[in-house]
């Protein structure tokens, strides 16, 4: 049976600007082929089994040629696989997308294309720059400012000159002197207000606004390089009164975060809201453990406890499934009372409609056993991580609490140094979050040993990790409480000293 290819346009780079019809052919793949410019989260809604094949290319360096590309295309759809071809941009706009089908129509097989939305759009747009406006340009034109291996740079530059309105180059950084000259040869004038968005609608995006005379020099100086959009024209004036892109207060600025990536989301989307180039970094995994015996056990005999204390949403989640393997349902906890360490525990309860009958004023595991004492004279029941904190059993057991603590899940550190991190530990202070105790060890363990961390600030979101921080040299803040939105308060507190 013959697969069926689609070519998806994934956008300049801000993984948002993925249309929820290309979102749909990603998670349906069995076999993506994909970009350089893609961004790393797209190749997240893959299906896990989804084999993926990266013929990225980079000027003047193309490791896969286009012709293999094509071929790769052919002979995954003669596997029966249903092949999505991922491309930056727009798959029609300067993006071979046309010759890519070629083949695949010769020997008829199935194909679609879902547009994407176009850089030579989205980076003036991300740049503050209309590519059209009423009062200074009705037209647009957009131009490749890259020439075919072999061949010379053709614009017709007098065309453009006469034509007015708003002129938009990609892939032309490399010849961005040549199209100032050209522009200005023909007639356009040196103080055309022009410009050069780099990395157009990624956190580290750049821009540099000038004159079509001044441009070529000022985008050296600033040693800008590709991927960039040059736009020419009035609507460049806008550029700073329609600036939103740069005024979120955390621009510029690079976040690392450790935390798992199935519970990274909402930190990292709250911290990508405002600006900040964040850079996923795993540090722990959390496994839950199977043919878990002591946990069966348990829930077969729920009501000799009066309490069932969580202290992470993973455990509610390895809870609920061992509850559901053994034939139960969240009824079985109607002769029981809930306690969660936090707000994000508590989330997890409500997401299985329960509510939590007790969360300490303060969110760790001291306040959590001192209010359970005040609470119970016991049985607890603990499902937590092989390696959660003792200060809970030590605390219960000092007041007298009677408890049976059961791990559920274990805490696993990759254990992998970290390569793609040195020159950003290398390059000066480091902002990293650290959401638990473990993921501290986890981050320090990924590293060489002897790795300098003086340079690392450790953005913590309570006392028990800091002090983990503190203990392998690493300076700290702390949230106010142990809540993710107290974390991102924190980080935008030192941003803005």
């Not at 013929?55 to 029966?80: F, S």
């Not at 010379?152 to 961005?176: D, P, Q, R, W």
């Amino acid at each position: 049976m013959t697969g069926k290819v689609t070519l998806v346009g994934a956008g300049p780079g801000d993984p948002g600007l993925l249309t929820r019809k290309g979102e749909a052919a990603l998670r349906s793949a069995e076999v993506v082929v994909y970009d350089r410019l893609v961004a790393p989260e797209l190749l997240e809604l893959l299906p896990p089994t989804a084999e993926r094949i990266n013929v990225g290319k980079e000027a003047d360096h193309h490791p896969v040629p286009q012709w293999r590309t094509n071929e790769i295309l052919l002979e995954k759809a003669l596997e029966g696989k249903n092949v999505v071809r991922l491309k930056g941009g727009d798959p029609f706009l300067f993006g071979r997308g046309g010759e890519e089908l070629e083949l695949l129509a010769e020997r008829h097989i199935p194909f679609e294309v879902v547009p994407g939305v176009t850089s030579a759009l989205a980076a003036p747009a991300y740049g503050g720059i209309p590519v059209t406006h009423r009062d200074f340009a009705s037209s647009l034109h957009i131009v490749t400012g890259h020439a075919k291996a072999g061949s010379h740079l053709h614009i017709n530059f007098k065309a453009l000159a006469e034509a007015g309105g708003t002129c938009v180059f990609l892939m032309g950084v490399s010849a961005l002197e040549r199209i100032c000259g050209g522009l200005l040869d023909a007639g356009m004038g040196a103080d055309t207000p022009a410009a050069v968005v780099e990395r157009g609608t990624l956190p580290t995006q750049r821009k540099v606004v000038s004159t079509l005379g001044r441009l070529a020099e000022e985008a050296r100086q600033a040693e800008l390089h590709s991927p960039a959009v040059i736009v020419v024209g009035e609507v460049v004036s806008l550029s700073d009164r329609f600036d939103w892109f740069d005024a979120p207060p955390l621009k510029g600025r690079t976040i690392v975060v450790t935390r798992p990536k199935r519970r990274a989301g909402a930190l990292r989307s709250r911290l990508h809201e405002l600006g900040a180039d964040v850079v996923d970094y795993p540090c722990i995994e959390t496994l839950p453990r199977q043919e878990n015996l002591p946990l069966e056990e348990c829930l077969s005999r729920l009501r000799t406890f009066e309490w069932v204390a969580f202290t992470s949403s993973a455990g509610v989640e390895v809870f609920f499934d061992a509850l559901w393997r053994q034939g139960m349902d969240g009824r079985a906890l109607s002769c029981v009372k809930l306690a969660a360490i936090g707000p994000s525990t508590a989330h997890a309860l409500e997401e299985r409609h329960l509510r939590a009958d007790y969360m300490p004023p303060v969110y760790d595991t001291e306040h959590l056993a001192l209010g359970l004492a005040e609470r119970t004279k016991g049985p607890v029941l603990l499902p937590r991580a092989a390696m959660g904190s003792p200060i809970l059993s030590r605390v219960l057991a000092e007041q007298g609490v009677a408890f049976t603590d059961v791990p559920v899940y274990d805490t696993v550190f990759p254990g992998e140094h970290a390569v793609a991190l040195l020159p950003l530990l290398a390059a000066g202070e480091t902002w990293v979050t650290f959401t638990s105790a473990s993921t501290v060890r986890g981050f320090v363990g990924s590293l060489e040993p002897g790795t300098d961390l003086s340079r690392v600030l450790g953005l913590c979101i309570g006392p028990q990790t800091a002090a983990e921080c503190v203990r392998h040299g690493i300076r700290t803040r702390i949230a106010r409480e142990a809540t993710v939105p107290a974390l991102v308060e924190l980080i935008l507190n030192a941003a803005q000293e």
